[in-house]
């Protein structure tokens, strides 16, 4: 395997860490590094497995990991093929725009919409302003469309379009003093119509993940609400769960 971006993956067989999730680790690092580019056939299975000491079967199931994760698919007869690897978010009160710069992603922002107008009154029991910013952002990646972004802001705060396209919204309200004291969120699906589809670059009816979002400040007042659409077949949320004392 002289010269395969992925002949330096090392497998530890004296870890507790299953033989064919560190296989599919060290693929992982190498698609999104970039060192295993997206197009391109991983080595097969065969030879993967004679490489590291492997079984078939193990080879097979650390393929299937990247299979579920969407960085790979298999063709019969042609091979295993390098998708464009779909962004996993956690679950945490983070800027989507400043998650996929850690990624590597590169993202872009096009702000649809910019305008400070009178709270609606479906809002004003929420919000202690009087003013409220309505936003409207379209992010993408290199690889297209990304997310539809929703956001209701309090008046008090200042933002430009060109600000909006070069930071993510957290980071020019923290520039602003805002502090964040706690968010309720909900995540779940639903089909995109015409417009958000048009929009977001996928047919109509396809597949869309949501999040929508209060943010309060340290004082109880809220401070944002979003609305946030995303395309499933490219993005994912992922939370951890902390079993010590079940």
Request: one cysteine or more.
């Amino acid at each position: 395997m002289s010269g395969d971006p992925l002949a330096g993956i090392r497998i530890d067989k004296s870890s507790p860490i299953p033989l064919y999730h560190q296989l599919a680790t060290g693929i992982e690092a190498a698609i999104r590094s970039g060192a295993q580019p997206v197009g391109s056939y991983l080595t097969n299975e065969i030879d993967l497995a004679r490489h590291y000491g492997l079984s078939r079967p193990t080879v097979r199931q650390a393929i299937g990991e990247l299979v579920n994760a969407g960085l790979v698919t298999r063709q019969r007869g042609v091979g295993t093929r390098v998708v464009n690897p779909s962004i996993v978010r956690p679950v945490a009160l983070t800027s989507l725009f400043d998650d996929l710069q850690k990624a590597g992603a590169e993202p872009t922002t096009q702000v649809l919409k910019l305008q400070l107008v009178k709270t609606p009154p479906e809002l004003r029991e929420s919000f202690a302003t009087s003013r409220v910013w309505e936003l409207e952002r379209l992010r993408s990646t290199a690889d297209g469309p990304l997310a539809l972004m929703h956001n209701w802001v309090a008046g008090d705060k200042e933002f430009t379009a060109d600000a909006l396209e070069s930071e993510g919204l957290y980071a020019l309200l923290r520039a602003q003093g805002a502090g964040f004291d706690q968010a309720v969120q909900r995540i779940g699906a639903e089909n995109a119509t015409k417009a958000t589809a048009t929009r977001l670059g996928c047919r109509s009816g396809a597949a869309l993940l949501t999040m929508q979002r209060m943010t309060y400040e340290l004082s109880g007042a809220l401070l944002e609400i979003g609305d946030h659409k995303y395309r499933a077949d490219r993005y994912s949320f992922e939370s951890s769960i902390r079993t010590s004392g079940m």
